[in-house]
């Protein structure tokens, strides 16, 4: 069975930093892919960042420069560093895994077979 928690989120200033960690059991991100995705109230869900299985990584526009993904294979974890937070960035934030071993970073829901159970992030003004 495969379980994916998250955690670290919370409320930050605008311009401020927050760093989310995702744990996974039953499944490592190192043979496989982890994302982060996002969704705001009353909107879809949109992918944040994501990390290869061979290490590439990939990011939504409106976080380049700003949000790292990183894995740490030995704990297990994806981690998400984001820094200079803007209010926009509010959201709940979800972990992913894609065990399909794609060639590239899949930015849709629907690729991800297995899903956390959400971290809510709140960015004031």
């Known amino acids: 069975q495969v379980q994916l928690v998250e955690s670290g989120g919370g409320l930050v200033q605008a311009g401020g930093s927050l760093r989310l960690s995702c744990a996974a059991s039953?499944?490592?991100?190192?043979?496989?892919?982890g994302a982060w995705f996002r969704q705001a109230p009353g909107k879809e869900r949109e992918f944040v960042a994501g990390?290869?299985?061979?290490?590439?990584?990939s990011y939504t526009d409106s976080v380049k420069g700003r949000f790292t993904i990183s894995r740490d294979s030995a704990k297990n974890t994806v981690n998400l560093q984001m820094n200079s937070a803007k209010p926009e960035d509010t959201a709940v934030y979800y972990c992913?895994?894609?065990?399909?071993?794609?060639?590239?970073?899949?930015?849709?829901?629907?690729?991800?077979?297995?899903w956390g159970q959400g971290t809510q992030v709140t960015v004031s003004s």
């Open positions: 039953g499944r490592t991100f190192s043979g496989n892919c």
């Open positions: 992913a895994l894609d065990t399909r071993r794609y060639s590239t970073v899949p930015t849709i829901p629907p690729e991800y077979q297995y």
């Open positions: 990390i290869h299985w061979s290490g590439r990584t």
